[in-house]
C-alpha cells in the first residue's frame, strides 16, 4: 500500500514563527501536492511538485513555499505564519495521471 | 475550466437506507474519476475510480458509482448505509499531462441516522 506520512499532526505556533510542515511518501511517485482544508471550502492547492527542484504554484500559493530536495519528501513553509492560516493541510502524492494518495493531515493552529 | 460540483453539503439518510451522492464534473477531454471518504480528523482515503472501461465501478465499503459522460456525472451509490459510513465525501476529476493536477468537489457531509 502506499503511504504518505505527514510528520506533524498537531502542531501550535506563534504569528511570525517559521513553520515547516515534512510529507514523505515511499512509493518513488514523482508528483506531490500540498493541499488546505477549510470547512465550506474544499480541499483548496498550494503547491505542487512534478519532480525534485521542481514546483508549481497552485491556487493559493501567497505565504507559502515549499521544497523538494529528494524525491520522497515534500516540504510546505509558512515563513512567517499568520492567524488566517490556521488550517488543515493534506499532504499527497500520485503517479503521473493515476490515483492520488493522501497522508493523514496536519492540522495547525496559529496563535 | 475544469471544475467538479458536488450540489448536495450535507445529506441525512437512516441506517439500512440507500444512498446516492452526485457529482458533476466539467473537462475538456476524458477524465479520471475519484471518489474520497474523510472520516473526521484523518486524511482522504480513495473509494473508488474510473479510468476506462466499463461504466459502472465497484469500489471499498460496499460503494459502487455509475459514470455517465452525457450527463458529465459520476454519482456515488451504496444500497444500505452503515452507521460507520457517516463521514464527508469528496469527487475528484484529474488528467494525465504536464502538472498532473486533480481537481476536488467542496464535497458531501453525510450523517447516518440509527
Known amino acids: ?111 | 475550466a475544469q471544475s467538479v460540483t458536488q450540489p448536495d453539503i450535507h445529506i441525512t439518510v437512516s441506517e439500512g437506507a440507500s444512498l446516492e451522492l452526485r457529482c458533476n464534473y466539467s473537462y475538456g477531454a476524458t477524465p479520471y474519476l475519484f471518489w474520497y471518504v474523510q472520516s473526521p480528523g484523518q486524511g482522504l482515503q480513495l473509494l473508488l475510480k474510473y479510468f476506462s472501461g466499463d461504466t459502472l465501478v465497484q469500489g471499498i465499503k460496499g460503494f459502487e458509482a455509475e459514470f455517465k459522460r452525457s450527463q458529465s456525472s459520476f454519482n456515488l451509490r451504496k444500497p444500505s448505509v452503515h452507521w460507520s459510513d457517516a463521514a464527508e465525501y469528496f469527487c475528484a476529476v484529474g488528467a494525465l499531462g504536464a502538472g498532473n493536477q486533480f481537481y476536488f468537489g467542496t464535497g458531501t457531509s453525510l450523517t447516518v441516522i440509527p
Open chain 1, 1 to 111: 500500500d502506499v503511504k504518505v506520512t505527514q510528520s506533524s499532526r498537531y502542531l501550535v505556533k506563534r504569528t511570525g514563527e517559521k513553520v515547516f510542515l515534512e510529507c514523505v511518501q515511499d512509493m518513488d511517485h514523482e508528483n506531490m501536492f500540498w493541499y488546505r482544508q477549510d470547512p465550506g471550502l474544499g480541499l483548496r492547492l498550494i503547491y505542487f511538485s512534478y519532480d525534485v527542484k521542481m514546483k508549481e504554484k497552485g491556487d493559493i500559493p501567497e505565504g507559502y513555499s515549499v521544497s523538494r530536495e529528494k524525491k520522497e519528501r515534500f516540504s510546505l513553509i509558512l515563513e512567517s505564519a499568520s492567524t488566517n492560516q490556521t488550517s488543515m493541510y493534506l499532504c499527497a502524492s500520485s503517479l503521473l495521471g493515476n490515483t492520488i494518495y493522501f497522508g493523514e493531515g496536519s492540522w495547525l493552529t496559529v496563535v
